[in-house]
Structures are given as C-alpha cells and as structure tokens.
Nanobody
C-alpha cells in the first residue's frame, strides 16, 4: 500500500495561486499513476489532473490552462500548481495513487477561493 499526505491548501483570493503537494511513502515503487481529485460541498468527487509513469497527463476541462500537475520521482512527491483560481475551484483536494492492486487516497486538503 501507499500512504499519501497532502499539504498546501488554504484561503486565496480569486485570481491567486496555490501549490498543493502530496508526499507518498510505503510501496511507492508500485505506483502506476498519481492524480488530484476534488470534492465541493454537495457535489461528487471529480478528477482534476492525473499523471502516469509515462508522463502522460490528463486534466479536467475546467482547469486546463490554469493547473499543472508534476511529480518529483526522487522525492516521491506530486504537485498541483493552481493559477488563476476561481471561486468554483473551492473544494477539498485529494491526492490519489493507483497501483496494480489498489487505489490509495490522502486525507484531503481544503482550498477556498474567496475575496
């Protein structure tokens, strides 16, 4: 299994930026892809961005051009750089790691975009 710990959430004004980090530990050699999902109040959890071991990225249409996912393989850490934030980006952001046998999740970090 893989353990994930997110950090970097907080309160930011519209148009601002935040960078989320997710540190992985445990069986990190089994990770096939990592990603970020989010869940806003009253809504279903949705995929925000995903990065495979072959460096293939996927983004939700709502964040394309504003968010960038990256990974430091030496540090076993995945990042989500979020620019031009909007109030509708407000949600709890969860880090996820998929292996051949499991899908592991972090505890989530709150991102609030408000003036």
């Amino acid at each position: 299994q893989v353990q994930l710990v997110e950090s970097g959430g907080g309160l930011v004004q519209p148009g601002g930026s935040l960078r989320l980090s997710c540190a992985a530990s445990g069986d990190t050699f089994t990770i096939l892809r990592m990603g970020w999902h989010r869940q806003a109040p009253g809504k279903q959890r949705e995929l925000v961005a995903q990065l495979t071991n072959s460096r293939f990225t996927t983004y939700a249409d709502s964040v394309k051009g504003r968010f960038t996912i990256s990974r430091d393989y030496a540090k076993n850490t995945v990042y989500l750089q979020m620019n031009s934030l909007k109030p509708e980006d407000t949600a709890v952001y969860y880090c996820n790691a998929d292996t051949a046998g499991s899908s592991d999740w972090g505890q989530g970090t709150q991102v609030t975009v408000s003036s």
